[in-house]
């Protein structure tokens, strides 16, 4: 696909967003207040949960952010290439766009790597933004804010332990997985595959097939590659050599950092489902009446797979790359 092609594809693909997009800034032209914003540009509704206020905190310029969600990683690459190429109708503007790495550092290494010259396109250095509400650090801020611990009291490092392990644990069993999806993607995007579907991934849920708390996490299915074929019947298949060669050198691949190149949607789950059973332990007493992890104070954050990418956004890590991304792109398209 040409130059001339993509730009002809991102009309056809995000008329509203464009649509919505010129009604802001011609708005905000009339009004003389176009250099007072960053025209922000995310794959999703979600993710200006995370960003918005990093970059409103970030850059030096004190600028507002107005953001719009473009449906879709593709969609954002193809809407930047069409503004682009427009760069003298927005030149007053500052537009920034984000985009989550997913495996393309497995599957699409030179795609990835030809994206990453464009100045003012942010690629996660994680699979996506929900891999960075995940980390130590993190959790140790929800500790602190949330669960009202103090670093130095015992039940601090007790529970980092912990999390820690279930995290661990998490990974191993994880691991097909997101082997098994990656695998997916990669042929996908290197074969012909006009006769195959691509796969619903935001359908599968973590529920399905495993059971998570703060004992122990345990499979709900003991060949989870095969129910995962089995619920998506068009998949390409184990059975297949090539496929089966694939899926061993990318779950060698991925066995390394689990954390960062995980799918991140699969990451925030785990974390969301320990935190509710932490804080249900912490309304439960023993025979003396005192909580069994420590924790005597009542937790008031909401947790639920819908809240938990906004209510604990202030405590996910913010890369330094993103802080130079944001410092480096301050004025122009």
Known sequence: MNRVDILNSAKEDNPIVLTEFNNIYKKHKRENRVRDYLYCFYEGKDDSKYYNFRVENINSNNKKVSHLSCKGKDKVIKLLNILKSKEKVYKEGKLLFFIDKDFDALIKQDKLKELQKIDVLYITPTYSIENLYTTIGAFHEILKSEFHLMETEENFQKLTDLFRLRQNEFHQIMLDVNSWIATQNYFLETLDTEERRKIPYNELNIDKFL??????????????????????????????????????????????????????????EFLTKFLISLKERCTQKDGLGLCFIGINEKIKVQLTLNDTISNLSQYADTPECLKRFIIGNKSGI
């Open 211 to 268: 059971r998570i708390n703060l004992e122990k996490i345990t499979y709900k299915e003991q060949n989870v590659v095969e129910f995962l074929e089995n619920k998506f019947q068009k998949s390409f298949k184990m059975e297949e050599i090539e496929v089966f060669d694939k899926f061993r050198e990318l779950k060698d691949k991925l066995s390394q950092n689990s954390q960062v190149n995980f799918r991140g949607k699969f990451e925030l």
